[in-house]
């Protein structure tokens, strides 16, 4: 698949964006200063740096400018991943509620994701298409539509057929891959050859081959003889968990994992990377949908190996889901699998409830081993004091609202996820008083290597439109507030095709600061200006995706007093499930949330406010 290159916008272009971004966030005067560093940026080291990107662009024809600054950030940031980095992705239940028993659906989604592997071994998958609008795009005449046009544009003219062809480089790190902790910065580790599971209980590690030596899997009831040789092991908690540790700020667990190491761990460390992936069978029932969202974004601890590229992760009543590491790949690219698994495993599963695997008698299963001195185990316990109190701030809730989804509002001639982000900007502003920075994160997954794009949801159409629902409530008919809600929905779709395109400003202006920096330049003045570095600060952190296998997504807030809104909008309705590290705050916003979305169905009904 031939695909187009990221496009380095025109700087011009980035900057009359960012304005255009700052504008609603910023007052008169303090504007007008950042206008003026913008332009001296423009017209200055900017220009030079932007030359410099163009050239260094062209020069690394294989990629795209944002690749390898963008994995660098990640890998660099010193955080600890979890509940700052790492998403999450459940799966529906199985319909046939006797396959959602935990050891039947570990193994029916673990020989579905080793059929994934093996498509994507042996080159089979078809490339991954963005659907818009299905049945156009699927149907013969959009096909011929795409053969008639030269490969270079050829995305293009899916992009405006609504469909396009995905690029698909991340999955190389999909399995057999882990995240390494170094000093100042982390690496990525991948080896192909291993042929093992990783499967964690009660933090304890087992590692079978699931693969035999020519790539042929295991048969389904000898993999499940496998499980339950594990299930059946240690009841009780390993009593170092060393989970715990990837948990950890990653320069401290880098020194810990020397040591580790030097302890005469390479071994099993090894095959804790090189597996496969990873298989956390937890010894717990889920309660409800906001203990399953804490169960995948961060669980206890110690039941975990967050460095892993992912995890799936099963509970005794059969709940699954995907955590996963984030340097490496996208939502895009893990959605696919998730819907790919579900589908293959709830369509064709490879064992039935009450099969045979329990006469298979299972010997081929090692308990990993770990020495530990007194340094070790002292860093585990200080990672789990860390992780217990970090995990125990964070709040994560489900919200659902009935009364329309994208059916209603695509009938109303507006775009579903700009009315869901004008519902979040408008209960922002009740709540805050002002409008705060806002992130939608965008794939550009249908550029070669592309990864992801910002589009600025709070502009200066949503702060007039909040200002109306808000603060001059009674001023507005239900005519005037429809049209400001269409003004926000036409904009915010144009928003939504420029990132889409690689025609956003974040990226581009991020790549001149990190070439700059790694030039050893000191850093402009455009981007010590306060105003930068507040739009960058992302109070509302939002993220979509639209599937039929996922039962609820999510990731933590990017900053200590923001919201981690991950939302999807149904046919007949929309949800959302937000994390905050403020109960009240997070209470507060879903009642203005909520108070935003029935002020919308008035207005679309034609009903002034109450
Ligand atoms: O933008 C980027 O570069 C990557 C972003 C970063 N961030 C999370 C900070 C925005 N990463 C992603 O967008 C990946 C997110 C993957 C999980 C998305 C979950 C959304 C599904 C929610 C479904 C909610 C349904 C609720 C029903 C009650």
Redesign the pocket.
């Known amino acids: 698949m031939d695909f187009s290159r990221l496009p380095v916008p025109e700087l011009e272009d980035s900057i009359r964006r960012y304005m255009a971004a700052q504008k609603p966030l910023l007052g008169d005067s303090e504007y007008r200063k950042t206008e003026k560093l913008a332009k001296a940026f423009k017209n200055g080291i900017g220009k030079e740096l932007h030359k410099n990107l163009i050239e260094l662009d062209k020069k690394n024809f294989h990629t795209s400018y944002i690749t390898g600054p ?1 994995l660098d950030t990640y890998l660099s940031s010193r955080d600890p991943i979890v509940l700052n ?1 790492n ?3 459940t799966f529906k239940r199985d319909p046939q509620e006797s396959y959602n028993d935990q050891l039947v659906r570990a193994t029916n989604l673990t020989v579905s994701a080793i059929k994934f592997l093996n498509s994507l071994r042996s080159r089979i998958l078809e490339p991954d298409i963005y659907y818009v609008n299905p049945q156009w795009s699927k149907s013969k005449a959009f096909k011929r539509f795409l053969s008639f046009l030269p490969t270079s544009v050829s995305w293009y003219g899916a992009y405006f057929a609504e469909a396009y062809p995905l690029d698909m480089s991340q999955y190389v790190h999909l399995f057999n891959s882990c995240r390494v902790p170094k000093q100042g910065k982390d690496e990525l580790f991948s080896d192909h050859g291993a042929r093992h599971l990783l499967v964690m209980r009660n933090g304890h590690f087992y590692v079978f081959d699931i693969l035999d030596p020519i790539g042929n899997i295991l048969h389904p009831y000898e993999i499940q003889a496998h499980l339950i040789n594990i299930l059946q092991d240690e009841e009780t908690v390993a009593e170092y968990p060393l989970g715990y540790l990837t948990t950890e700020n990653r320069n401290t667990w880098a020194a810990v994992r020397e040591q580790l190491l030097q302890a005469g761990n390479e071994e099993s460390v090894y095959k804790i990377d090189s597996a496969i992936f990873c298989l956390c069978l937890d010894s717990f029932r889920v309660e409800n ?1 906001s203990h399953l969202s804490h169960c995948m974004l961060h669980g206890y601890g110690y039941n975990r190996w967050f460095d892993k590229s992912f995890s799936l992760i099963i509970t005794v009543d059969g709940s699954a889901g995907i955590n996963f590491e ?1 340097s490496w790949g ?2 895009v690219a ?2 696919r699998f998730v819907n790919e698994v579900y589908a293959d495993s709830t369509k064709h599963p490879a064992v039935v409830p009450r099969g045979t695997a329990a006469t298979l008698c299972s010997t081929n299963v090692e308990k990993l081993q770990f020495h530990l001195n007194a340094s070790i185990q002292s860093a585990v316990t200080v990672a789990r004091q860390k992780f217990d109190k970090q995990r125990h701030k964070m709040t994560v809730k ?3 609202f009935r009364k329309f989804g994208k059916q209603y509002v695509i009938q109303e001639r507006m775009s579903p996820d700009a009315i869901f982000q004008l519902a979040c900007q408008v209960a922002a502003y009740r709540q805050f008083g002002k409008i705060v920075p806002t ?4 794939s550009t997954a249908g550029f070669k290597h592309g ?4 589009i600025r949801s709070a502009t200066v159409y949503t702060k007039r439109c909040a200002q109306a629902f808000i603060r001059d409530r009674k001023k507005y008919s239900a005519q005037e507030l429809r049209k400001l809600i269409e003004s926000c929905s036409k904009y915010h779709k144009f928003l939504q095709m420029e990132a889409a395109l690689g025609q956003g400003f974040d990226r581009h202006l991020f790549a001149l600061r990190y070439l700059a920096e790694s030039r050893g330049d000191p850093v402009p003045e455009f981007y010590r200006d306060p105003a930068y570095q507040y739009i960058n600060y ?1 109070i509302l ?5 639209s599937s039929s296998s ?7 807030p ?1 900053v200590p007093d923001g919201f ?1 809104i ?3 909008i149904y046919d007949y309705w ?4 937000i994390t905050s590290y403020m109960e009240r705050d997070l209470d507060e916003f879903l009642l203005d949330l909520e108070g935003s979305l029935n002020d919308f169905f008035d207005v679309f009904q034609g009903r002034s406010l109450k």
């Open positions: 963008w980095f998403p999450f992705i949908s984030h996208d939502g893990v959605l489900p919200f659902e992130y939608e994160s965008c990864r992801t794009e910002t992302n952190s939002t993220s979509t995706l996922v039962f609820l997504g999510g990731f933590g990017v981690g991950g939302y999807n929309l949800g959302c499930n």
